[in-house]
């Protein structure tokens, strides 16, 4: 099992930044990859954000440019950087980790969420 914590989000205007965290613990050994989703009122919760164990990172075109995603190994820390924020990065901001292995297939693991809410 892995449970994930996130935080940092918050109220910031238009143009702003946030940097969101989320620390993992438990079975971190059998993460392949972590990464952040976001669900807006209304909508399916959608991808954001990518890292893998290897340290690729991938990114929703939505976000390309204005979003980073990175991690502190040392922490079990992954961070995702917001700058240039639009309203239409309103959200609940969600961490997932997930393994993969032939037998279990794969496993998806969620935080709590964190809201981001932008004003225009």
């Known amino acids: 099992q892995v449970q994930l914590v996130e935080s940092g989000g918050g109220l910031v205007q238009a143009g702003g930044s946030l940097r969101l965290s989320c620390v993992a613990s438990?079975?971190?050994?059998?993460?392949?990859?972590m990464g952040w989703y976001r669900q807006s009122p209304g909508k399916q919760r959608e991808f954001v954000a990518i890292?893998?164990?290897?340290?690729?990172?991938n990114y929703a075109d939505s976000v390309k440019g204005r979003f980073t995603i990175s991690r502190d190994n040392a922490k079990n820390t992954v961070y995702l950087q917001m700058n240039s924020l639009k309203p239409e990065d309103t959200g609940v901001y969600y961490c997932?980790?997930?393994?993969?292995?032939?037998?279990?297939?794969?496993?998806?693991?969620w935080g709590q969420g964190t809201q981001v809410t932008v004003s225009s």
């Open positions: 438990g079975s971190i050994f059998s993460i392949n990859g």
């Open positions: 997932n980790a997930f393994s993969r292995t032939v037998i279990t297939g794969t496993i998806d693991y």
């Open positions: 890292i893998t164990r290897g340290g690729s990172t």
